[in-house]
Structures are given as structure tokens and as C-alpha cells.
């Protein structure tokens, strides 16, 4: 019932904006003096016209528009409606005026073009700010009743774009969240000076210290959507100058339909100073590698393995088989996605990728139509010391899982490779790089296609260095850097899953892709960082020690060599490398070596044979601290055909 009263008082503050709109329009027309025939005209056309304006803007859908959440997208239905009945009086003004010679009568519905203009404007402007003043009014009342005891904390948001202005309207509508923005900063000079939202833009972001000193800001809030790493570097650098904490938003694919959820406004994480462009993925030529299709993933308990595992469930395969040789890393992959996905099939699998039987029998007994391997001996200094066991997982037991891939028929093989594979200084990055080698090998003339994706470090991935600092930092410090120019290339794990997959779609067979890592990483800088993010002071409450790298590491790690002669694929963050596929039965004997010096020789003999497959492969000796005070010069090797004046070529970085 009170929904049909408020619909009934709609309409009737409706009609009264319009016959005041067009009694006024007459007043202001001939300077609030109507002369008698005008007078006359007005009361005599005046329900008619008022009837013909009520139902356009019926049928221009005015009405069904809600008064509490109207915008500039329901005033341009408005204005348009408006627009349409003037033109239909206009016409009809037009016309009586013609028809009045022959009937006199007509005289009296002929209407000053100049009212019918003014009522237009009125007309507009009456129907549509008394709905924003409605919302206005709903808005205010709503501000109102989360209105704090205390006023919100001073804050100066650095960052006046699109995702700038969402923060500073949610945040006007939000004092709940005790965060009173104060003014904006901005690195483009058209801006300075300007008022957006209500907060004058100031200055650029270098102005950040005096602006926080002069309007007495408790924080400052990145309000940027999609920023380098190196700039959110540089403003938290100018905000501890500052001696105030710095805040960011979510990234711009957190911001949906044109709103930001505040609650997600968090401290800056070291995600976000190695923050890199958004990654633009084909889904349909990912869609069409997974959905409807049977994938096994090797390693599926691991950092990557279940990244690739969540990322795949978001295409609809018909069955997932998880293959892991950890008990409980495989219960607990298997546990999450049955919960986040009951629709789909999965299937856990306790197997070693070395176990011919077991992985015959599951490939069999599955028959995937992809097969992504991602289970390897990751760790650099473990496999120095077990180089047996790095040979027998990371080469054989790729080996056997390709084999039975190619027997039974699967259609894509992708193989997880490493940076540490391309000129090879350890154990671990020789063993995968000779499994590269078979791989390319094993590609020629086999129907499945078979690719090698290959990426640097992934951040927060299993025994990798962010979670290593973190925790040195929770006890108290030291925190153990190896080398002060210790270099290497990061990635996300959704980003570099992500990639793989749509690597994994676009491989026509023997191929090995290489991931645009973007610029290479400090590991003392990224060191401290996080002894700054943990809001610590670097030598104050944490020291960083160097310890002298390890045995098999390099300062500068590459991603391709000069004679893979890596080139741009269709996607910007995807390259190819060229080398030639190595002859198959000089490979198959290089791989009988190998057998036989892991099953009868020592470790030197396993070293001269794994040296003779990957014959760039050199042991990097232990590099002490002192010896990296002298400046290490570095050599890019680039694709000649790219032009590094538009796009950035895929880099590798080689020790001079």
C-alpha cells in the first residue's frame, strides 16, 4: 500500500513540476506581466500540454526511475524526454500557426517559441533535482547515522585519477571508516590547482612532506589503481620523511562497476612495491585448452602446481587429477578446491613422477587431454648436496611422465622450467635444463604438442626468500642476505600460473616460452623493505648480514640466452626462444650416461655426464661479501629485430 501512495505522490509532484514549469516559463517570457490573450493561451493549452509532457516522459521510462539512487545516467533519460516533447510542441506550434488562417480560433493554442524554450530548461530542471535532492536527502541522512564520535583521521590521498575519485566520494559517504580525506596530491601538472570531489589538488607527490606538515595529515592513502612497484617505493620513501604510515587501495581489478570496497584499503605489501602492469590474458584460447577437457597437474601440492590447480578450476574442466607425492600438501590442495569447487570432479593421486607403473596407470586410467608438470627439486643449495636425487626427479622423472604423455596420446605436455636453466650454474638449474633439451627432443614428430614454460622466482612461493626474511624479522633479526648484489626476477604466483596456461594454449610443439619478468630485484632491497613494512628500522631493530652466496648461485640469473634468440609472441608478456632441438639419439645417449653414472658412479662422474648433455653448464663457486664491493657491470642481450624505442625486448642479464 505505501509503495502505491509513494508512486501516487511521484506522479502528483510530477504534474505540478510541470504546469509550474510551463506557468513560469510564460511569467519569465514576457517579465512576470502577462498580457490577457497570453493569459488565455496558457490556461486553454496549458492540460494539454501538460498531459502530452507526463506521458513522454511515461514513455521515455522517467517514471519507473528510482528518486534514491538517480545519476547523470538517469538525468540523460530525462533531459532526452525532455528534449522529445519540446520537439513535439515545437511541431505542433508550427502547425496551428499555419492552420490558423482558415480556422481563427486556432489563434489561441499558439505557444512563443521562446516559452516553449524556457519550459524545456524548467521542465528539466524541476523533475530531475527533485531527485537528486531526494537522494541528497537519503544520502546526507545515511552520512548522518554513521557519523563517528571522534572526527576522522587527516589524510592526504596521493593520486587524483579515476580510482582516486572513488575513494574520495566512498569516503564522503563513509565517516564510519574514521578517514577524513584533506586534499589530494598528483604527479600531473594540469591538475594542480584544481578542485575534484570537494579536495583541492595541492601538488605533486614530491610535495607530500611540507603538505602533510601544513594541513597537520595523520597518513596518506595510494590512491592509485594500477602504479609501479618503483612508485609506491618512492612514496613510502617521502612518507617516512614524513614520519607517517602509508595506505593503499586495491589494484584496478578489485574495482568493479565503478565502486571500491574500502574495507579492503590495507598497508602497503610487498606485492605491491614489485607491482607489475596488469596481465591481459586470451580466456578463450585458455578456455579451449581446459574446459570440457580431462588435466592432470604433477606437483599439485605446491606453491605453483596448486596455483595452476585454482586457476584451472576457474575453466570447467570435466575432471582434475592431482598428482602429488606429499600425503598432506595433496589433502589439503584436494580439501580447498572440493569446497571452492563441488561441481567439478577431482581427483587426488598419491604418485612419484619417477614411478613408471604409477604414472602409466594413472595416465591410462585418466586419459588427459592436458598435462601440466610442475613437480620438481626447487631448492638450489639441497640439490648441491644430493645431486643424484636432482638428476633422477628433475630429468628422469620428467622423462618418464612425457613418455607415457606421447604413448598415450595426451595432447599438450607443459613443462614448469626455470631462470636457473639458462646457462646453468647448480645442480638444479643443469637437471632442468637437460630436461628441456629431451623435451625439445621428444617434441620432433610427436602429435602431442609438447612446451616448456620458463620463469624466474615467484614470490611467497614455498621456500622462497620473502617467507625466509619474514620470519628472520618476526624473531628478532639478523636478516641473511647472501651478496649485496645479489639480483633476481619476480613474479606473482596467479600472474605467473596465468601465464603458463596461456603459454600452454598458444604452443604449437617444441617451443620454449619465456615469461616477461619484468626488471630484476635487489634481494638486499627487498630485504628492506620488509623490515620497513614490518615497521622496523633497518640497523635500529634489524641488522641485514651477508653471508657470501651459496654453492651453484649466480648474483644475476637470466631468463634466455643470446642463441635461443628469443622473439615476441602475440602476447606482450610471452617470448620464444628459437635454439635448435637437440638430435634425439644424441640426446637418448647423453640420458644413457646419465642412467648409468646415477646408478654406478659417484657424484663427479653424474657431474661430467650431466656437463656433457648441458655442456654450458659451469659450477659457480661460493662468492664471498668482499669481493662484491666492486661495481659488476651488466650486458643486456636483446632481440635485434624488436625496436626498444616501442616495446621492451625480452632481457637477459649476463655477468660482464
Known amino acids: 500500500m505505501s509503495k502505491g501512495l509513494t508512486r501516487v505522490s511521484q506522479t502528483a509532484i510530477d504534474v505540478v513540476i510541470l504546469g509550474a514549469a510551463l506557468t513560469l516559463a510564460f511569467l519569465i517570457r514576457f517579465d512576470f506581466w502577462l498580457p490577457a490573450p497570453m493569459l488565455a493561451r496558457l490556461l486553454m493549452t496549458g492540460p494539454y500540454v501538460i498531459v502530452l509532457e507526463y506521458l513522454v516522459l511515461v514513455g521515455f521510462g522517467v517514471r519507473r526511475l528510482s528518486w534514491r539512487y538517480v545519476s ?85 590521498l596521493v593520486g587524483a585519477g579515476e580510482a582516486g575519485v572513488l575513494v574520495a566520494r566512498e569516503l564522503a559517504g563513509r565517516p564510519d571508516l574514521a578517514v577524513r580525506a584533506v586534499c589530494f596530491l598528483d604527479d600531473d601538472p594540469r591538475k594542480k590547482g584544481t578542485v575534484i570531489h570537494g579536495l583541492p589538488v595541492l601538488g605533486s607527490t614530491e610535495d607530500l612532506p611540507a603538505v602533510c606538515a601544513r594541513l597537520e595529515a595523520k597518513q596518506a592513502l595510494i590512491t592509485m589503481a594500477n602504479v609501479p612497484g618503483s612508485t609506491i617505493r618512492r612514496i613510502r620513501r617521502l612518507c617516512e620523511h614524513a614520519d607517517i604510515p602509508v595506505k593503499i587501495i586495491p589494484g584496478v581489478y578489485e574495482i568493479v562497476g565503478g565502486t571500491v570496497n574500502l574495507s579492503r584499503i590495507r598497508d602497503i605489501a610487498i606485492d605491491d612495491l614489485l607491482r607489475r602492469d596488469r596481465v591481459d590474458l586470451d580466456e578463450a584460447d585458455m578456455a579451449t585448452l581446459v574446459r570440457g577437457k580431462v588435466v592432470l597437474t604433477t606437483g599439485s601440492g605446491g606453491s605453483i602446481g596448486s596455483e595452476l590447480c585454482r586457476q584451472i578450476c576457474c575453466f570447467a574442466p570435466s575432471r582434475l587429477v592431482l598428482v602429488e607425492r606429499s600425503e598432506n600438501a595433496l589433502f589439503n590442495i584436494h580439501r580447498e578446491l572440493s569446497l571452492a569447487h563441488p561441481e567439478l570432479e577431482i581427483v587426488p593421486c598419491i604418485a612419484d613422477i619417477t614411478d613408471a607403473p604409477r604414472m602409466r596407470e594413472l595416465v591410462n586410467g585418466h586419459r588427459p587431454s592436458l598435462i601440466l608438470h610442475a613437480a620438481a627439486h626447487k631448492h638450489v643449495p639441497i640439490m648441491e648436496w644430493n645431486p643424484g636425487e636432482g638428476v633422477k626427479n628433475n630429468v628422469f622423472g620428467t622423462k618418464t611422465v612425457a613418455d607415457i604423455a606421447v604413448q598415450a596420446g595426451v595432447d599438450v605436455f607443459v613443462m614448469i622450467s626455470t631462470d636457473k636453466a639458462v646457462n646453468p650454474s647448480s645442480v638444479m638449474g643443469a637437471t632442468k635444463r637437460a630436461a628441456e633439451v629431451y623435451l625439445q627432443s621428444l617434441a620432433q614428430g610427436s602429435s602431442t604438442r609438447i612446451v616448456t614454460v620458463r620463469f624466474g622466482n615467484v614470490l611467497g612461493s614455498s621456500g622462497s626468500v620473502v617467507p625466509i626474511f619474514q620470519e628472520q624479522i618476526a624473531q628478532g633479526g639478523p636478516v641473511r642476505v647472501t651478496h649485496p648484489e645479489m639480483r633476481r626476477y619476480f613474479m606473482t604466483i596467479p600472474e605467473a600460473c596465468q601465464l603458463v596456461l596461456q603459454a600452454g594454449a598458444m604452443g604449437k610443439g617444441g617451443e620454449i616460452f619465456v615469461l616477461d619478468m619484468g626488471e630484476p630485484v635487489k634481494i638486499v632491497d627487498l630485504a628492506k623493505d620488509l623490515i620497513a613494512l614490518s615497521g622496523l628500522r633497518e640497523g635500529d631493530d634489524i641488522e641485514i648480514v651477508f653471508t657470501g652466496s651459496r654453492p651453484g648461485e649466480k648474483l644475476f640469473e637470466e631468463l634466455s640466452t643470446a642463441a635461443e634468440d628469443a622473439d615476441k609472441t602475440r602476447h606482450p608478456k610471452i617470448f620464444v626462444g628459437r635454439l635448435q632441438a637437440a638430435d634425439r639419439a644424441v640426446t637418448q645417449a647423453h640420458l644413457s650416461a646419465l642412467a648409468g653414472a646415477l646408478e654406478n658412479g659417484g657424484a663427479h662422474d653424474l657431474l661430467a655426464c650431466l656437463k656433457q648433455m648441458v655442456p654450458e653448464f659451469e659450477s659457480a663457486p661460493s662468492i664471498a661479501v668482499d669481493a662484491a664491493l666492486e661495481p659488476t657491470r651488466e650486458r643486456l642481450v636483446t632481440e635485434p629485430s624488436v625496436d626498444a624505442d616501442s616495446e621492451p625486448a625480452i632481457a637477459s642479464v649476463v655477468r660482464a
Open 72 to 156: 547523470l545516467r538517469e538525468a540523460a533519460q530525462i533531459l532526452k524526454a525532455c528534449l522529445a516533447f519540446t520537439v513535439l510542441l515545437v511541431g505542433a506550434r508550427l502547425a496551428a500557426a499555419e492552420l490558423q488562417r482558415d480556422a481563427v480560433y486556432l489563434r489561441q493554442s499558439v505557444i512563443p517559441f521562446g516559452v516553449l524554450a524556457i519550459n524545456a530548461a524548467l521542465t528539466f530542471l524541476g523533475i530531475a533535482g527533485v531527485r537528486f535532492s531526494r537522494r541528497m536527502w537519503a544520502e546526507g541522512a545515511q552520512v548522518r547515522k554513521r557519523r563517528p564520535a571522534a572526527p576522522g583521521v587527516r589524510t592526504v
